[in-house]
């Protein structure tokens, strides 16, 4: 058995995922030995043992390619992100999994406003050159996909069911014309594993884990996109979101999002300004194996031409740096990498309860904090 299968025999077994492999590897020195030494090795169907020969066999029959953290093509950023899968099931081109993306994410109950801009937005960064990630969903997450692929860019799909049970049906043609235009649909999940309320979190998890930075568009208070952009939060990545009628629905939960800190944008070129910095100082090549030079940008470094210019006008300068506000210099000053609970920031800092939660969340978002069990924060991860 090679470490890329013991991975594969471990994607497919019961009650175990990335962390529980890791402790096992620490003990017994690699992922082959922690298999063979591993007792419960049952199906995650829990009534037979593990046959990962036949899984392969199957990847094979689909013209599945099947990436572990062992493999080349595995993407950087997945493997620095923790909770990685145990692996990932592409149909498509596996390199697009590897390139510069923006998460666009949103409800399945988009009204038109919603589509319109999701359609928008995926098309412009893609001609571009971003990748653009979505869910694959009804609504927002399909016409970015549509954008993009209209703009002949590469755009990637996360699907939350293994891929032989793809859901949404509506989505399926959608699916082919992504594969077929030099992108992939991708799942964690094995063969056979129907969608369900576990899957789609940890589906948002990898969305968010692949992307450079996630752009919501429309969201209503209670909604999947809020877990995809709590995610991106606690990894590091930039939150975006786009603005709508303060009377909708549709829109309550971007527009809190603004209000606790995420960037709003108007136009594909504010998405591509808040990135940009992002890739300022790293070489072709570098960040995540991607290759080429950086989207949004000439080969020379200096900024494309905007491809909304006649709704939002692009700015030359560079960035401002980024700076606290009192009250987030307050509370940055009490919190340190062990993690400290709101109930002591409270006391620390000397601002009430309700302005510390907000403070924390805007901190969060802008990728400052992140949260910790027993409701304490603390500063990202080195």
């Not at 689909?62 to 493999?71: F, N, R, S, W």
Request: glycine residues 10%.
């Amino acid at each position: 058995m090679t470490e890329r299968e013991a991975y594969i025999a471990f994607n497919l077994t019961e009650n175990i995922g990335f962390a529980g492999v890791s402790n096992l590897v620490s003990e017994y020195g690699s992922v082959v030995s922690a298999w063979e030494a591993y007792p419960k090795k049952l199906a995650r169907s829990g009534d037979r043992n593990v046959d990962w020969e036949a899984e392969l066999a199957l990847a094979a029959r689909y013209g599945v390619q099947i990436l572990t953290p062992v493999d080349d093509d595995y993407p950087k950023r997945l493997l620095d992100a923790p909770g990685r899968p145990l692996a990932l099931y592409v149909k498509g081109d596996a390199k697009a999994l590897s390139k510069p993306s923006i998460a666009i994410v949103g409800t399945r109950r988009a009204t038109p406003y919603g589509k319109d801009q999701a359609y928008r937005f995926g098309r412009d960064l893609a001609a571009a050159g971003w990748c653009v990630l979505s869910g694959l969903a009804l609504g927002i997450d399909a016409e970015s996909h549509r954008g993009a692929l209209d703009a002949k860019g590469v755009t990637v799909g996360i699907i939350g069911s293994g891929l032989d049970r793809f859901y949404p049906e509506e989505n399926r043609d959608l699916a082919r014309e992504i594969v077929r235009n030099g992108g992939a649909v991708v799942s964690e999940f094995p063969f056979g594993r129907p969608p369900d309320t576990q899957t789609f979190p940890q589906r948002n998890h990898v969305v968010a884990a692949l992307s450079s930075g996630v752009l919501a568009i429309e969201s209503p208070v209670k909604s999947g996109t809020l877990i995809t952009v709590g995610f991106a939060a606690d990894l590091g990545r930039p939150v975006m979101a786009l603005p709508g009628r303060v009377d909708s629905r549709s829109s309550a939960g971007c527009l809190n999002l603004i209000r606790d800190g995420a960037r709003m944008v108007r136009c594909p070129d504010d998405v591509i300004e808040e990135l940009s910095d992002l890739f300022s100082t790293v070489k072709p090549g570098e960040s995540g194996g991607n290759a080429g030079p950086v989207p949004g940008k000439t080969a020379k470094g200096g900024r494309k031409t905007s491809f909304a210019a006649t709704q939002c006008e692009l700015r030359l300068e560079a960035p401002p740096t980024p700076v606290f506000s009192i009250e987030e210099a307050m509370v940055m000053r009490e919190v340190d990498n062990e993690g400290v609970s709101i109930d002591r920031l409270v006391e620390l800092t000397g601002l009430d309860a309700s302005k510390v939660n907000s403070v924390v969340m805007a901190l969060r978002l802008k990728g400052r904090l992140r949260f910790l069990p027993g409701n304490r924060v603390a500063t990202p991860r080195q």
